[in-house]
Nanobody, 120 residues
Framework: QVQLVESGGGSVQAGGSLRLSCVAS????MGWFRQAPGKEREGVAA???????RYADSVKGRFTISKDNAKKTLYLQMDGLKPEDTAMYYC??????????????????WGQGTQVTVSS
């Protein structure tokens, strides 16, 4: 089985930065999702099948996804945070690669979530 452990969330003022980490018990294909109160869960970032990062339009230019295969860790560097980024952030994993972000039903494994709160 695959277990995912997330960390790095917190409270920050608009314009600030946070780095989220997700440690996996074994490496499989992973991505980041978020869900704000009253909203649907949405894909934020993922590394797609050709190895390139893919981002939601709302975070392009501000968020950076990266991974450390040796440490089996996925990162999400979040810069220029906005109040609308406030959400519970999740890392998720799947056995096969994907060509796009999102589509959460295809992800089999999920972390517990880490809260990101951005104040104006």
């Amino acid at each position: 089985q695959v277990q995912l452990v997330e960390s790095g969330g917190g409270s920050v003022q608009a314009g600030g930065s946070l780095r989220l980490s997700c440690v996996a018990s074994g490496y499989i294909h992973m991505g980041w999702f978020r869900q704000a109160p009253g909203k649907e869960r949405e894909g934020v970032a993922a590394v797609v099948c050709d190895g390139s990062p893919r981002y939601a339009d709302s975070v392009k230019g501000r968020f950076t996804i990266s991974k450390d295969n040796a440490k089996k860790t996925l990162y999400l560097q979040m810069d220029g945070l906005k109040p609308e980024d406030t959400a519970m952030y999740y890392c998720a994993a799947r056995h096969s690669c994907t060509y796009r972000i999102g589509n959460y039903p295809e992800y089999l494994y999920w972390g517990q979530g880490t809260q990101v709160t951005v104040s104006s």
